[in-house]
């Protein structure tokens, strides 16, 4: 997969959850994930289709989501509930936007499907493009983040 096609992602990833949450966000080395199993608690992934098929998904760690939730709504969040799967859909829903706006002013014209959550430890995420899944870490003071994308070419 071409650099091109990640670099939105994590662009739009550090711009929203800074806009959305006040939280700022730092990546890592991105890197190519050999398995299914998720690296968060909460992860949110939707389909993309168009020039290409693939889909992106983004998993928190249940305090970092919390974190990041808390500061959305201005107000103390204790437990995984569905204000939370909310929000991580919703995250899912802008990140993928702010990124396919950026990969079409770069020639790709792509469409997202509707979000989808899946909550609790261990869970996988099957992704539905044929090539290599990248994943992107992000550090932040609410916890790690990691962006999956994965797309036909």
């Known amino acids: 997969m071409k650099v091109e096609y990640i670099n939105p992602f994590l662009n739009a990833t550090v711009r929203?959850?800074?806009t959305m949450a006040s939280l700022e966000v730092s990546p890592a080395k991105p890197y190519i994930k050999?398995?299914?199993?998720?690296?968060?608690d909460v992860s949110g992934i939707i389909g993309v289709t168009g020039d290409t098929q693939g889909s992106l998904s983004i998993s928190f760690t249940a305090e970092c989501i919390k974190q990041i939730v808390s500061n959305m709504l201005g107000e103390k969040i204790n437990e995984i509930n569905d204000d939370v799967k909310d929000a991580v859909g919703e995250l899912t829903n802008i990140i993928?936007?702010?990124a396919r706006r950026e990969l079409?002013?770069?020639?790709?014209n792509l469409q997202g499907s509707i979000p989808t959550v899946v909550a609790g430890?261990?869970?996988?995420?099957?992704?539905?493009?044929?090539?290599?899944?990248?994943?992107?870490?992000?550090?932040?003071?609410?916890?790690?983040?990691?962006?999956?994308?994965?797309?036909?070419?």
């Not at 050999?34 to 968060?40: D, M, P, R, Y």
């Not at 430890?121 to 992107?136: L, V, W």
């Not at 870490?137 to 994308?149: K, L, N, Y």
Request: proline share 8%; with cysteine.
């Open 34 to 40: 050999k398995n299914s199993n998720a690296v968060g």
């Open 121 to 153: 430890p261990g869970h996988e995420i099957r992704h539905i493009g044929k090539g290599p899944t990248i994943a992107i870490p992000f550090q932040s003071d609410a916890g790690p983040i990691t962006v999956e994308v994965c797309f036909n070419r």
């Open 16 to 18: 929203v959850l800074k």
């Open 96 to 98: 993928s936007g702010d």
């Open 104 to 108: 079409y002013e770069k020639g790709l």
